[in-house]
Each structure stands twice: as structure tokens, then as C-alpha cells.
């Protein structure tokens, strides 16, 4: 009884929710701004360019990432759209290519930095991160020491683990310190991998989290499990952006939804659906199979693949319109940790 009172608790909130949408924050995650490197993790210098120019032109507010992270967890923005653009590696054309056309477009923006890189061929050196970062506009945050894959192997022990993560953790914070001088609680995770555990160690240390699936972030939103939307030329195109800018959170509690490490194939994905959105309007995709059927019993929504994924990380996405042209954006990423690591 007290769980079924709960969760038309729950339901009911959600009702309100869908009836009062308010903007929300869209990160926006790059990797190389390049013509010439790897596709999968690349935008072009002119696409990139027109990205900016679209967000200009659409007059949305870009913030810094931390700031506008906690207003919308705390649902302060109200109508208001807010963009928060990220890097993941602190490439070299990130200096050459990126920072210069932010600057001419007075567009904050935050670079997630695996430490032990910063130096090597294609990446950029300790003196341009810190002439980057002596601007106001510009954040350095921690994405490992190392870009390993921190979810728990298999194979690996919880001990080992642990003093793997921790060190990966702790020690970029602390080099990012004594290079630096920042300490920003702040962690993107490498490739987009994360599980409870290493979420555990996050919220641990007050940090926020952010993945690589995509939507936006609102007040549904999680800390450590927070979405960006990939910018890769295969992702990033004109054509789709405007949607993707003006995404709002799909308001169902983001902690509420599944690990993502993967106990069977296909999984099963469950979320309220709320009184004021229609199951007849709600559409979602499975990574490499299209659109998907669903399921909705009793207020929730029952979402499986017809075939089990194929790679190590595959999503499910679900939207659903929100009005104004906007749309609800739910990402669940999966990890299947018996695949190959990259």
C-alpha cells in the first residue's frame, strides 16, 4: 500500500510538471573541431561555425556550465533557454580552431581535461590550457587521469576497483590543482561509461556527472548521471539542431532509471509516463534499429528493443512534444562490459 501510494505521489507530480514546462539547460559535448580527424568524434570547422551562428541567431543564452547546471536542477530557469557548450580531451584544435570563434562569439564554455595526455601529439600543452583558462569564460574540469574506462570490469574486484578509480579520480583533481589552480566539482565521464559504483564516488565528493546521452537538463535530472548532446558531425547537423537546442528534460526522475549495466540483451527500460503526456505522442529509437515499440501499463511505460544491441554502449531515446516546438528528450545509455573496450 505504501508503495503504490508512492508512486501515485510521484505520478501526480509528474502531471504538474507536464502541465508547467519550463526551459531547461542543453549541453552541448565536442570533441575535436577538426576536418581531419577521426569522424566518429569530429565537427568540422565550418559546421561547428554554423552551430554557434545558430545558437546566435535562435538568441540563447550560453552560460558557464557549472552555474547554469545548478539552476536547472533547481528549476530556476522558468522560460528561459540556456546552452552550456563542453569539450571532452582539451584537443589541440580545441586551442586553434575552437577557442578563437567562442571568443568572437562572447560564448562561455568548459574543457574536460584527461591530465596524463596534455602534452602529447594532438593534444594541447599545459601553457595553452592555462592561457585558455586566465579567461573568464573559460572552465577546466576533470575527465580522469588517463581516459580509462572506469565502470567496473567484469573480472575486477570491488578492491581493485576502487584504488583504480580512486587514483583516476583524485589524482587529476590534484594535477589540475598544482597546473592550474582549479578545482571544479565537476567530472566528465570517458566515453560516456558510468555505473552506481562510480556515481557513488561522485556524489562522494559533491561532483556533478556527465555522460554522453543525450537531452537536456532540468529539474527531473540526476547529479551524477547528467546528458550532453554529442556534436560529432554524424550528430551535430543543421538540420536536427534546432530541436536538440531547444530540448527540455523528460520529466521523469532521472535516478529513478535503471544502472545501465546490462543484465540481459535487450533490456528493459520502465518510466512513469505522467497524466499529461500521451502515450500516443511519445515516440523512441533504439541505437541501429530505428523506432521502437513500447508498452504502457498502469501509467508506465514498458520500453524493449526487438533485438539485443550490438556494441558496447547503445541507447534507447524517447521524446515526446512539449510545446512550442520543443520536445521532452529521455536517453538511456546501456554498457555491455563483455564487449571490447575502445
Known amino acids: 500500500m505504501i508503495k503504490r501510494f508512492t508512486f501515485l505521489m510521484m505520478i501526480t507530480a509528474l502531471s504538474i510538471a507536464g502541465a508547467s514546462a519550463k526551459a531547461d539547460l542543453v549541453v552541448l559535448?565536442?570533441?575535436?573541431?577538426?576536418?581531419?580527424?577521426?569522424?566518429?568524434?569530429s565537427t568540422s570547422r565550418s559546421l561547428f561555425k554554423a552551430q554557434l551562428q545558430m545558437i546566435a541567431d535562435l538568441e540563447l543564452e550560453v552560460v558557464p556550465l557549472l552555474d547554469g547546471t545548478r539552476q536547472a536542477l533547481a528549476g530556476e530557469l522558468d522560460s528561459?533557454?540556456?546552452?552550456?557548450?563542453?569539450?571532452?580531451?582539451?584537443?589541440?584544435?580545441?586551442?586553434?580552431a575552437a577557442a578563437p570563434l567562442l571568443e568572437r562569439f562572447d560564448m562561455p564554455y568548459t574543457i574536460f581535461v584527461n591530465t596524463d595526455a596534455i602534452g602529447s601529439r594532438g593534444y594541447m600543452t599545459w601553457n595553452e590550457l592555462r592561457e585558455?583558462?586566465?579567461?573568464?569564460?573559460?572552465?577546466?574540469?576533470?575527465?580522469?587521469?588517463?581516459h580509462g574506462h572506469l565502470a567496473r570490469k567484469i573480472d575486477e574486484s570491488e578492491a581493485v576497483w576502487a584504488?583504480?578509480?580512486?587514483?583516476s579520480l583524485d589524482v587529476a583533481q590534484k594535477v589540475l590543482k598544482e597546473r592550474l589552480n582549479v578545482e571544479e566539482p565537476m567530472f566528465a565521464y570517458p566515453y560516456g561509461e558510468y555505473d552506481e559504483a562510480l556515481e557513488a564516488k561522485l556524489a562522494e565528493?559533491?561532483?556533478?556527472?556527465?555522460?554522453?546521452?543525450?537531452?537536456?537538463?532540468?529539474?527531473?535530472?540526476?547529479e551524477?548521471?547528467?546528458?550532453?548532446?554529442?556534436?560529432?558531425?554524424?550528430?551535430?547537423q543543421l538540420g536536427s539542431l534546432k530541436d536538440k537546442l531547444?530540448?527540455?528534460?523528460?520529466?521523469a526522475p532521472a535516478r529513478d532509471l535503471p544502472d545501465g549495466i546490462l543484465d540481459k540483451n535487450p533490456p528493459l527500460l520502465t518510466f512513469p509516463l505522467g497524466d499529461k503526456l500521451d502515450a500516443n505522442r511519445l515516440t523512441c529509437f533504439a541505437t541501429g534499429q530505428g523506432r521502437i515499440d513500447f508498452?504502457?501499463?498502469?501509467?508506465?511505460?514498458?520500453?524493449?528493443?526487438?533485438?539485443?544491441?550490438?556494441?558496447?554502449?547503445?541507447?534507447?531515446n524517447c521524446t515526446h512534444p512539449a510545446g512550442q516546438g520543443s520536445f521532452y528528450w529521455l536517453s538511456q545509455q546501456w554498457l555491455d562490459r563483455s564487449k571490447p573496450e575502445d
Open 246 to 251: 531547444l530540448s527540455k528534460g523528460f520529466p
Open 205 to 222: 565528493r559533491g561532483w556533478y556527472g556527465y555522460g554522453q546521452q543525450s537531452g537536456a537538463i532540468g529539474r527531473w535530472s540526476h
Open 163 to 167: 584504488e583504480r578509480v580512486t587514483r
Open 224 to 236: 551524477t548521471r547528467l546528458p550532453r548532446f554529442p556534436m560529432a558531425n554524424p550528430y551535430g
Open 132 to 146: 585558455l583558462g586566465s579567461h573568464e569564460s573559460v572552465t577546466i574540469a576533470n575527465h580522469s587521469t588517463d
Open 29 to 41: 559535448q565536442y570533441h575535436h573541431v577538426d576536418d581531419s580527424t577521426p569522424a566518429s568524434t
Open 295 to 316: 508498452d504502457v501499463m498502469d501509467g508506465v511505460v514498458h520500453v524493449q528493443a526487438p533485438k539485443a544491441g550490438q556494441s558496447r554502449r547503445f541507447r534507447y
Open 80 to 96: 528561459r533557454h540556456q546552452i552550456a557548450i563542453t569539450f571532452d580531451d582539451a584537443y589541440e584544435s580545441v586551442y586553434s
